[in-house]
């Protein structure tokens, strides 16, 4: 079996780690800008339910990406715990509402596993893997593809 498409299982490292739901996710620290609590953003009208729209930081445009909503988690609900992570992909700065941040967590190659096989039921094309600390599992989540996936390419339209 030569399927190497999460080939980025071996990365260790340092993640941010953040709640959705009862689930939590970690992300590569280094995409990680900052950490904001959720304000008002500004509607792109046409633009998909998960792209929540656009808030200005600093003088520069951020779409804010909502990923409960992305992976169909329920209706997301937004609370004093509520932030966004703003990330920078590539050239691009963007922001993603997560329902919590937990803390900052350090992972080997040993602790993290291969995303099990679903077939088509599940879309795993974003997940780098399962890591373990303690007795948690965290779901990790290749941020950068994520974000600059086909679906997330109307963001750029949106706001250009």
């Not at 939590?24 to 046409?46: C, H, M, P, S, W």
């Not at 096989?117 to 997940?127: A, K, M, N, V, W």
């Amino acid at each position: 079996m030569e399927h190497s498409e999460n080939t980025g299982i071996a990365n260790s490292g340092e993640f941010l780690t953040f709640t959705l739901g009862a689930e939590e996710y970690g992300i590569d620290i280094l995409k990680v800008q900052e950490i904001r609590g959720y304000d008002a953003v500004t509607r792109i009208a046409n633009s998909p339910p998960f792209i929540k729209g656009v808030i200005n930081l600093r003088g520069v445009i951020v779409p804010i990406v909502d990923l409960r909503i992305k992976f169909s988690l329920g209706e997301p609900t937004y609370d004093p715990f509520t932030v966004v992570i703003i990330l920078n992909i590539g050239k691009r700065v963007m922001g993603a509402v997560v329902d919590g941040v937990s803390d900052v967590i350090q992972l080997s190659s040993d602790d993290l596993h291969p995303v099990p096989e679903f077939g088509s039921i599940l879309d795993t094309r974003y997940l780098l893997g399962l890591g373990t600390v303690e007795d948690r599992m965290i779901i990790m989540v290749d941020i950068e593809k994520l974000m600059a996936s086909a679906e997330m390419s109307l963001v750029e339209a949106a706001t250009a």
